[in-house]
Each structure stands twice: as C-alpha cells, then as structure tokens.
C-alpha cells in the first residue's frame, strides 16, 4: 500500500496490472503531475477513475469511501465532492486515454485457446450507442435521437466502434464521437490498429467498398457478411460453392449459404453472402468460413458486458464533453483490465476465456478493492490471483447452440413483459448450413 496521501490510490488486487509506476510515467509523459501536493493527488484520481467505472451504481464520495473503508489507521483526508469535481477537471483525458492505449491489446499469447484460426487472429469490429445525460452543450455536440412523435426524443447518445479480439473479448482499440456521419466512417479510424495475421470480421454495415478497401490496405483479411441486395459478379466458381468476385479494387470470395434454424417456436431459414480476401479454398473452405463467422458475436457478448453488467444500462454521469470522453476512456480501461486479470488465470491453466464469467471477475475485483487487498504483489507473483482463482472455480460449460428464439428484450408496455414467459429448457434447437453454388436473390 502507498503512504501518506497516496493510500487512497489503488485498485485492489488490480493494481498489480495498473501499477503505481505505471500511473505515474503517464503522468510525466502527459505534463499532469501536480504542482504542488494536494489533497488529491494526480495518482489517486486516476485510481478513483478507474474504481468508478467498476462501481457505476455509486457517487464518486460513494467511490472514495469505498477506496478507504479498509484502511483503518492511516491519516486520511475528508474530502468533498466539489474537491472531487475540480480533481477530475485537473487531470483531464489525455492521462486516462494514455493509459487506455498502453493496456489495449489482444491479450492473448500465442497458445490462448480459441484466440486464432487457422494462425489468423480473429478479431471483430462493431459499434454501439452510449447514452449521456442531457444537457444544452453536449445536445449541441451530439444532437439527439427521433421519432415519429418528436424530432428530438431520449438521451443524447455517442457512438462507439471498438476492435475486438474474438477469443478474450479484450479491447485492442476503440473510437467514439457523435453517431453521425455513422459507425462504418468512425471505423476506419479503426485500421491504424490492424496487421497482416488477423481476420477481421464485419456485419454488414461495414460492408462498403471503401471500408473494406481501408481493411484490405493495411494487410488484414476480413470476412464480411454482405447485405441482400448487393450482387457481385461471378469471376471464377470454386469446388466447394464459392466463387471468386471483385469488390471494389480488392479480389474476394464469395461464399453463399443458407442457414436454417429450427426450434419449437418453428424454422427460420436465412441466406447469408459472406465476402472474403481468404480464396483459397482447399485451405480455406466454404464451410470452415462460415462456421468462423459465428465467433462475430463475441464483440456484441463484450458491449453487453460494458453496457449491462459494468453500466447496469445507466447513463453516463458526465455532463460535460471533455468528461464524458474520460468516463468513456476510464470506463473501456477499467473493462480491459479485467480481461487481462481473466486472461492471465487462463494462459496459466489452459483454460478456454470463453468459459470465464465477467460477471464473476467483475465482482471479485469490486470485492478487493473494498478490502484493499492484493494491492502489493508478494515476492512470487502469482498470475492467477484471487480473480482468477474465482473464475477458474466457477467455470461456465462450453458454449452452446441457440436454445430458444429470439425474443424482444425491451417491448414497449411492462404489461407485454409480463406476458411473456420462455422456458429456455423447453427449447430444443436444430441448425443445419448449405452451401449454394447460385445466388439465391435477396
């Protein structure tokens, strides 16, 4: 534990990835040290940062009571939430988003089960909205969503794009601003993070030429799902369905397939166009792609795991431009910790990530930094740590099939909630793929 006026600096058994050394050459490179030493130093409002994004539900006193309910005995200072305000205007973005971009990263070794296929890193690119609080400034920057009501209607909301590697779930870059001019323009400031040896995959609102033409350029392949109306020529058919095709000024492979899904709410059948810079086929089959295409889902399980079990779906509470940007910062850093805390007790044990609950490191972690514990590493460092002793103790089983159909997360009345109930046991789910050799049409 640090002394004095730094006690409250810490992030529990976290902090052995988020050291005090790292913290304070951030605080160099940024010119952000204090002048002079305050109540609040620089050190221990970037950990207060960091421990709000794990405690969402809380005030930042809330926060700073949590952060020093275990260290009885030291002299520590009373602190308000106006003192608490200033601190956080003093330290600013550019400290919190240095060290969002020293720990972003695949965080996996070569070895992490499920983090590549075929030698390729699976990653995924996608968006989503942030809801913010209202307020005439940010209104300004952002504007606000409509319907067929209001022109101006909820929360202002910011987009955020995030490059994720598939097989850990952990952030290797990530933008944001306003949701317009839209997902797939913010995106492309994404390829400055993309390298030959990874597979990129995309939805379909990242399907435009000039998107996949920036992927193609920096050496990256991808595999994108095309939308319906889109008709590539046919340049050269493959054994396996596929066809060779041309997107723009990149060569791709097409591969055509109909998913039908049965349960016993019925079958649902889909035609999906997948394009590819993979085309080679004996090494690359049709098949093999469209199964890799399912792991695109791991970006949306990890928005799902900032949005609702870190936000629990609140809105942001910054009000002002400069901190929203560092909540959003704090908050993707606070995310990534953990899936480096998950991927070390991994890596050590062989272990799948895909079988670790966040919600459980989530939890533990909070739990440590309460009791402020495992803040100093011993002299043997152990990479498991009691985070990962928490998951690796309470592994989830393999992933499994779709049980149930989907269902509407939100209706409009609570009374229509009500209403529905699924049994998810009561499902029982068949998927079959066929690969086409023609267009099947939109």
């Known amino acids: 534990m640090a002394e004095g006026l730094y006690a409250p600096g810490h992030l529990g058994e976290l902090t052995r990835i ?236 097409i591969v055509i397939c109909e998913i039908t899904i049965a349960t016993s709410a019925g079958r649902r059948t889909g035609a999906y166009r997948l394009a590819t810079t993979l085309l080679d086929h004996r090494t690359h089959p049709a098949f093999d792609l469209v199964r890799l295409y399912h792991e695109r889902w791991e970006v949306e399980s990890a928005y799902f795991e900032i949005k609702k079990s870190m936000l629990g779906r609140r809105v942001l509470r910054s009000r002002t431009w400069p901190g929203i940007a560092q909540e959003i910062y704090t908050l993707l850093t606070a995310y990534q910790v953990i899936r480096i805390a998950i991927a070390d007790a991994t890596q050590a044990t062989g272990t799948d990530p895909d079988r670790c609950s966040f919600s459980i490191a989530l939890n533990t972690a909070r739990d440590q930094i309460v009791q402020a514990q495992g803040v100093i590493a011993d002299t043997v460092i152990d990479l498991v740590g009691a985070i990962g002793h928490a998951v690796l103790g309470t592994l989830m089983p393999a992933r499994r099939i779709r049980l149930g159909p989907r269902a509407v997360k939100r209706p409009l009345s609570r009374y229509a909630y009500k209403s529905i109930k699924v049994d998810r046991h009561t499902y029982k789910a068949t998927i079959s793929i066929d690969i086409l050799t023609s267009d099947p049409g939109p």
């Not at 949701?179 to 400055?192: F, T």
């Open 18 to 253: 988020v050291p005090f050394e790292l913290v304070d050459a951030v605080l160099v490179e940024c010119g952000t040290v204090q002048q002079r030493l305050r109540k609040l130093p620089a050190r221990v409002v970037v950990y207060l940062l960091l421990a709000a994004a794990l405690f969402e539900d809380c005030g930042y006193r809330e926060v700073w009571r949590k952060l020093t309910g275990a260290l009885v005995g030291l002299p520590l200072v009373e602190v308000t939430a106006t003192a608490l305000w200033h601190a956080r205007c003093r330290l600013g973005v550019r400290p919190v988003r240095a060290l969002f971009d020293l720990l972003r990263g695949p965080a996996c070794a070569i070895r992490t089960t499920g983090a590549r296929w075929k030698g390729l890193l699976v990653v995924a690119i996608d968006g989503t909205h942030l809801d913010v609080a209202d307020g005439q400034a940010v209104r300004a920057k952002l504007g606000k969503g409509s319907n067929q009501y209001t022109a101006a209607s909820g929360y202002p909301q910011v987009m955020l794009v995030t490059l994720v590697a598939c097989g850990t779930r952990a952030i290797i870059d990530a933008v944001f601003g306003p949701r317009k001019p839209g997902e797939s323009v913010l995106g492309r400031r994404l390829a400055r993070s993309l390298t030959g040896g990874m597979i990129v995959l995309l939805d379909r609102g990242f399907s435009s030429n000039p998107f996949l033409t920036t992927v193609a350029g920096t050496g990256a392949d991808f595999l994108a799902r095309l939308s319906s109306g889109r008709k590539p020529p046919v340049l050269a058919t493959c054994p396996d369905g596929s066809f060779l095709s041309r997107i723009g000024d990149v060569e791709v492979r």
